[in-house]
């Protein structure tokens, strides 16, 4: 394996003090040293090693030459002005710097063989982390698409409050944000790149298809803010190997729900599914309780990736599907451990979302649960519903249940796109004339004694009269609109009338 300038000054200056002057290549284009002596014509790409005293003056130097020397002279200037020089001032002896020069060839020689074999072998991702963490002694991850960690390795008892989160194996949401702000997506950018956050200077290398397509990316988090430039070759190294291996199966950056996500986001566009698509969603869902939950983002707040978000779903939510779907994230959400003995879930299910919606900035709608994946399409209409209508009726809340709105939904629906007022009977006619002239609302009385169930107590209480007053204006109600309260078709009529009207004025008002 060839190496570089810079990597070489990591390594000798783990032993000795040194110094790197003149240009300086950043490609790994060295072979292993060799001693420089009078008379030697210097190679292309070469690495030489000579005391200072001994240098030929005035060389003729080819492109990419490396000189390692021992001590100063004034020959070096005409060293420095063409070619990278490492200088060791201090009293270090030819052999053990030529030594120590061999011993780093070795090692990232070492390390390449062993990359080598892992990708011989068809070995994961992760091992190939494994295998780099000794050279790196840094957080390492491979992202996928979705900015999912597919393999990650952090030092052992590494501080909190960098890069990654505190369970080690995820980029944090802040450290995303930041990058969001800060920097361009990048997405398209090939070789090694930093990037500039406030509290860390990741490296990167960006993986693509063999269509040139981004995949993911190599990202190693560079503690304290130092810059090692030696670490831009070797993540770029190892970028271009893990490149070709899921290259070669393209399956290792892709998480194991990927198909079922795409035959629920076939159902959600109403496209064709094949039997044993529809065979893969009954056998995965077996019975296994879901929701569907649709997230949207409403602020100009900085807005994270809809790929992230699909994905801090399904760590958070175990065996849940979640991906991007038009501008939102659809979520179906495993219900395993949230519902109770009557079938409730909502209270757990809240405190699970609030500090995520919170911490994302978003809102969702929430389906009723469902066991069967096929249904996908139905129980999604609910979640979007439920979110159109809870966005209009409490916009203060960033969470809302289907079952708070189905009401509302088909008062909505069986109105179609005429007005309320269509549908008024001669005796609601003569109700809303009697309010225009009177301080007594007989379609507030009306409204209140149906939603109690005509319950004369508990009516009277809601509106603050006493029971035998409440039955006057009942009866009064009856004789002078022509309504009749005991013919439950006429009940129901009125009912959702006084429903649609509210609609209709909420509506008015936003």
Same mark, same amino acid.
């Given at each position: ?99 120590? %020069?061999?011993? *780093? &060839?070795?090692?990232? /020689?070492?390390?390449?063989?062993? !990359?080598?074999?892992? @990708?011989?072998?068809? $070995?994961?991702?992760?091992?190939? %982390?494994?295998? *780099? &963490?000794?050279?790196? /002694?840094?957080?390492?991850?491979? !992202?996928?698409?979705? @900015?999912?960690?597919? $393999? ?12 990654? /989160? ?345």
């Amino acid at each position: 394996m060839k190496l570089n300038a810079d990597i070489l000054y990591l390594e000798l200056s783990r032993s000795f003090s040194v110094e790197m002057t003149g240009p300086v290549r950043k490609e790994l284009h060295l072979s292993p040293p060799r001693l420089l002596q009078k008379g030697d014509e210097l190679e292309p790409n070469g690495l030489y090693l000579a005391n200072a005293e001994e240098l030929p003056p005035r060389p003729r130097i080819p492109e990419g030459v490396a000189v390692v020397c021992l001590g100063r002279s004034e020959k070096l200037k005409d060293y420095e002005n063409s070619c990278t020089v490492l200088c060791l001032p201090g009293t270090a002896d030819l052999l053990s710097v030529y030594t120590a %020069l061999q011993d *780093s &060839f070795h090692k990232y /020689e070492d390390w390449s063989q062993k !990359l080598f074999e892992l @990708f011989q072998n068809d $070995a994961d991702l992760q091992q190939f %982390l494994d295998c *780099s &963490f000794p050279l790196f /002694e840094l957080p390492m991850f491979v !992202l996928n698409a979705s @900015f999912g960690t597919i $393999a990650s390795v952090v030092p052992e008892g590494a501080g909190i409050g960098k890069i990654w /989160e505190k369970d080690e194996t995820e980029i944090s949401q802040e450290s995303m944000e930041l990058f969001l702000e800060e920097s361009a997506l990048a997405l398209e950018r090939h070789g090694a790149f930093r990037l500039k956050v406030r509290h860390a200077k990741p490296l990167c290398v960006n993986l693509y298809d063999t269509a040139d397509k981004y995949i993911g990316c190599l990202w190693v988090e560079c503690s304290d803010n130092v810059e090692e430039p030696a670490h831009d070759a070797l993540a770029e190294y190892l970028g271009g190997i893990l490149q070709k291996v899921v290259q070669r199966t393209p399956s290792l950056m892709v998480s194991t729900h990927s198909a079922i996500r795409q035959v629920l986001e076939s159902l959600l566009r109403q496209e064709e599914v094949s039997p044993s698509q529809n065979w893969l969603l009954n056998a995965y869902s077996m019975g296994t309780p879901y929701v569907c939950v649709s997230f949207h983002v409403l602020t100009s707040h900085v807005q994270l990736p809809l790929r992230y978000i699909a994905n801090v779903v399904e760590r958070d939510f175990l065996n849940s599907i979640a991906f991007p779907f038009d501008s939102t994230v659809v979520a179906f959400l495993n219900l395993s451990g949230f519902l109770d003995d009557n079938g409730k879930f909502e209270k757990d299910l809240n405190e699970k979302l609030e500090p995520m919606l919170y911490a994302m900035k978003l809102h969702c709608g929430v389906s009723n649960y469902f066991t069967d994946l096929r249904e996908a399409l139905v129980y999604h209409r609910q979640a979007e519903i439920a979110f159109e209508n809870g966005s209009l009726a409490m916009p203060q809340l960033n969470y809302h249940y289907f079952t708070s709105f189905i009401l509302m939904e088909m008062v909505s629906n069986s109105l179609g796109s005429l007005p309320a007022e269509t549908y008024y009977p001669e005796g609601m006619k003569k109700l809303l004339a009697h309010d225009e002239t009177s301080d007594v609302s007989y379609l507030e009385t009306l409204r209140v004694f149906l939603e109690e169930n005509m319950n004369y107590s508990s009516a009277a209480r809601l509106l603050y009269v006493h029971r035998s007053t409440l039955i006057d204006r009942i009866h009064r109600i009856e004789s002078e609109t022509g309504i009749d309260l005991s013919d439950p078709n006429e009940r129901l009529h009125l009912h959702l009338l006084i429903k649609a009207m509210e609609l209709e004025e909420l509506i008015q008002s936003q």
